[in-house]
């Protein structure tokens, strides 16, 4: 079946650790995107990628960093810069065309320990 | 900039009955995509309706319609015959289809909550 994995479910971080979350596609999705989802709250982008080896900033890019060296994958970075990363995030991809919805990851929810 | 306002942080139903979830939005393009989406309490992102900008019927999918009024740029989702299941958040999200380079704008969100 076609969709996305993120990985892991649940992530607990030490202060000044970078940890990397892990977001594959296998829907053959040219776009991906990485949000940030505080309690009770929207989705802020964080980053995005429209094709390989390629990405853009969002609205809330510091303190992460990704890559795009694979169509099917594009990992974040959460970086000892981030200073309040406790939050969930959530992987999504979608096809160009702006008439097609975004598909989501499971999430996964970090926690700063 | 795209801009996606939901102004209900929270909404009660009862069962059985129908329910609206306002949504406006804000954009200078004229080529636009609608999206609402549910978000359980497990935190995965539903699909659940898409408005085209240029659509001229308003978009319907089984117990999901969405109420469009391009005028007043506004895109409602009315959820008929509710059930306890719909009991979740809801967002509202819009897709520039030139502009924005693709990216999606979310809103808020309207918590949901189904009476028995």
């Known amino acids: 079946d076609g969709g996305i994995t993120q990985s892991p479910k649940y992530l607990f971080r030490k202060e000044g650790q970078n940890v990397t979350l892990s977001c594959e596609q296998n829907l053959n999705h040219d776009a991906m995107y990485w949000y940030r989802q505080d309690p009770g709250q929207g989705l802020r982008l964080i980053y995005y990628?429209?094709?390989?080896?390629?990405?853009q900033k969002g609205d809330i890019a510091e303190g992460y960093s990704v890559s795009r060296e694979k169509k099917e994958s594009f990992p974040l970075t959460v970086t000892s810069a981030q200073k309040n990363p406790t939050a969930f995030y959530l992987c999504?991809?979608?096809?160009?065309?702006?008439?097609?919805?975004?598909?989501f990851g499971q999430g996964t929810r970090l926690t700063v320990v | 900039a795209q801009k996606i306002t939901q102004t209900q942080p929270g909404m009660f139903v009862q069962e059985k009955e129908a329910v609206t979830l306002d949504c406006t939005y804000d954009t200078s393009d004229q080529s636009y995509g609608l999206f609402w989406y549910k978000q359980p309490s497990s935190g995965e992102m539903i699909f659940l309706i898409y408005?085209?900008?240029?659509?001229?019927q308003n978009a319907t999918e089984g117990r999901y319609s969405l109420n469009f009024q391009k005028a007043r740029k506004s895109a409602n989702l009315v959820i008929s015959a509710s059930q306890l299941g719909d009991s979740a958040m809801y967002f509202c999200?819009?897709?520039?289809?030139?502009?924005?380079?693709?990216?999606?704008?979310f809103g808020d969100g309207t918590t949901l909550t189904v009476k028995p």
């Open positions: 990628s429209q094709i390989v080896n390629d990405f």
């Open positions: 999200a819009m897709r520039e289809v030139y502009t924005n380079a693709g990216k999606s704008t």
């Open positions: 408005q085209g900008s240029y659509d001229e």
């Open positions: 999504a991809s979608n096809t160009g065309a702006g008439d097609t919805e975004a598909f």
